[in-house]
């Protein structure tokens, strides 16, 4: 049965940074993409960060570019979703997500996953 758990969301102030982690188990995800995604009250699940399992290749959209990245260890089977210089429009339930790697335009659509973990919230504060 596969399991993917997120963890290190909370409370956190403009400006500072924050490490969320996914520990996942119970399958190999050798030939998968690790996905993060946010989901904000009313709003659409949104991709935030992509990872190959295999090669590290990451894939970061407009908003978040320069500002987050992801790792992934293959070892301890976590992918780290490293968020800096947080904002309000930020704020939102974080899901860590895994899917069949495909071209990585599919990577930022909700739909190309099919195992997701339970979410872990993130608050910035002004």
């Known amino acids: 049965q596969v399991q993917l758990i997120e963890s290190g969301g909370g409370l956190v102030q403009v400006g500072k940074s924050l490490i969320l982690s996914c520990t996942a188990s119970?399958?190999?995800?050798?030939?998968?993409?690790m996905g993060w995604f946010r989901q904000a009250p009313g709003k659409e699940r949104e991709f935030v960060a992509g990872i190959g399992w295999n090669d590290g290749y990451t894939v970061i959209p407009d908003s978040a570019e320069g500002r987050w990245f992801i790792v992934r260890d293959t070892v301890k089977s976590t992918v780290d979703l490293h968020m800096n210089s947080l904002k309000p429009d930020d704020t939102g339930v974080y899901y860590c997500?895994?899917?069949?790697?495909?071209?990585?335009?599919?990577?930022?659509?909700?739909?190309?996953?099919?195992?997701w973990g339970r979410g872990t919230q993130v608050t910035v504060s002004s």
């Open positions: 119970g399958r190999p995800f050798g030939s998968r993409v």
């Open positions: 997500a895994s899917g069949i790697r495909g071209p990585r335009h599919t990577w930022q659509t909700a739909s190309h996953y099919d195992y």
